[in-house]
């Protein structure tokens, strides 16, 4: 309903502490307590003689329903939803596809065999860089 974290609950606490005093400040809750009860009670009146005057056939209506967020959610995602799982477990076994490439590739090319010495180190055995070397004065 409300999304309030535990900083802003501590905050709240702090500022109804300073503004009522620590004297009124239960007061004041029981009050705020009453009130809740009270527009709960209100809400649940309200759904109960709704669906009273709806009759038989809107008996197994679900007021959440009402809500657009619920509406969307309930007639198009639930819809869609085992489209987007199948989706994500492809995209997910492709990714290990590629790890699994990126891993066998790195195991084949052996670090400490390449060399970025001339023909020299070449000719002793060594193999030559497969890529040209870095020259930070060349850019």
Request: hydrophobic share 45%.
């Amino acid at each position: 309903m409300f999304d309030i974290g535990a900083p802003e609950l501590f905050l709240l606490v702090v500022a109804a502490v300073i503004i009522f005093g620590p004297e009124r400040l239960p007061e004041f809750a029981r009050k705020a307590a009453q009130v809740v009860q009270y527009v709960r009670g209100m809400a649940s009146n309200a759904q109960a003689q709704l669906s009273e005057e709806l009759g038989p056939e809107f008996k197994d209506l679900d007021f959440r329903d009402l809500n657009p967020k619920a509406f969307v959610k309930k007639h198009l995602l639930d819809e869609v939803e085992p489209i987007v799982a199948d989706v994500k477990g492809e995209l997910t076994s492709g990714a290990e596809a590629i790890k699994n490439a990126g891993k066998d590739a790195a195991d084949d090319f052996d670090l400490k065999k390449v060399s970025s010495g001339g023909p020299e180190a070449v000719a002793a055995g060594e193999t030559a860089l497969l890529y040209a070397p870095f020259d930070p004065d060349a850019t």
